[in-house]
T-cell receptor, first 111, second 117 residues
Framework: AQSVTQLGSHVSVSEGALVLLRCNYS??????LFWYVQYPNQGLQLLLK??????LVKGINGFEAEFKKSETSFHLTKPSAHMSDAAEYFC?????????FGKGTMLLVSP | DTGVSQDPRHKITKRGQNVTFRCDPI?????LYWYRQTLGQGPEFLTY????????KSRLLSDRFSAERPKGSFSTLEIQRTEQGDSAMYLC???????????????FGPGTRLTVT
């Protein structure tokens, strides 16, 4: 069974600082991997996906993630945080028909 | 471009009552998924449909939970005899069919927040 681990339930950064949200997956076969963002009282919005093409994936709002098979990681980064990035971020791995989500990381951005 | 819609957005019910939630997927998507999200957790898969066929339902939380998608378009999720532990956000998602990588992209609705008192 797949599992997804997100290190750190909360990450705090200053506006303009680098954002790094960590995700590790556990799977016998590299799955498709996704990052979603959730704003309060809203559904999840797809940020980016890895589907075994390029290992460095670019998404919306300036986010990108790098798939590293040797580390079973898919960390999310953004060079410069903006106040509007404050939200909860979920990493997910796909099976044939389901997504397995991590517990989420709340990103806090201070001025 | 209309995304996934869910109705109602909020539902407050008393323990023991039945509730039904509706999900309308993106019109060209033939796969539809239901998830439950509790506070501080990621979404938890419940069930999914390919057109009108329910292909996975073993992850429904108990026999009080049931889902339908009678015409392969909208879907309903029903919870019978609600319990306080059912309080959560219920999320619906849809995705295209087929065997391309895009078929794995799930697009989520805003969710229905259920509170059982």
């Amino acid at each position: 069974a797949q599992s997804v681990t997100q290190l750190g339930s909360h990450v705090s950064v200053s506006e303009g600082a680098l954002v790094l949200l960590r995700c590790n997956y556990s799977s016998s076969v590299p799955p498709y991997l996704f990052w979603y963002v959730q704003y309060p009282n809203q559904g999840l919005q797809l940020l980016l996906k890895y589907t075994s093409a390029a290992t460095l994936v670019k998404g919306i709002n300036g986010f990108e993630a790098e798939f590293k098979k040797s580390e079973t990681s898919f960390h999310l980064t953004k060079p410069s945080a903006h106040m509007s990035d404050a939200a909860e971020y979920f990493c997910a791995a796909s099976g044939y028909s389901t997504l397995t989500f991590g517990k989420g990381t709340m990103l806090l951005v201070s001025p | 471009d209309t995304g996934v819609s869910q109705d109602p957005r909020h539902k407050i019910t008393k323990r023991g009552q039945n509730v039904t939630f509706r999900c309308d997927p993106i019109s060209e998507h033939n796969r539809l998924y239901w998830y439950r999200q509790t506070l501080g957790q990621g979404p938890e898969f419940l069930t999914y449909f390919q057109n009108e066929a329910q292909l996975e339902k073993s992850r429904l939380l108990s026999d009080r939970f049931s889902a339908e998608r009678p015409k392969g378009s909208f879907s309903t999720l029903e919870i019978q005899r609600t319990e306080q532990g059912d309080s959560a956000m219920y999320l619906c998602a849809s995705s295209p069919g087929g065997r391309t990588s895009s078929s794995y992209e799930q697009y989520f609705g805003p969710g229905t927040r259920l509170t059982v008192t």
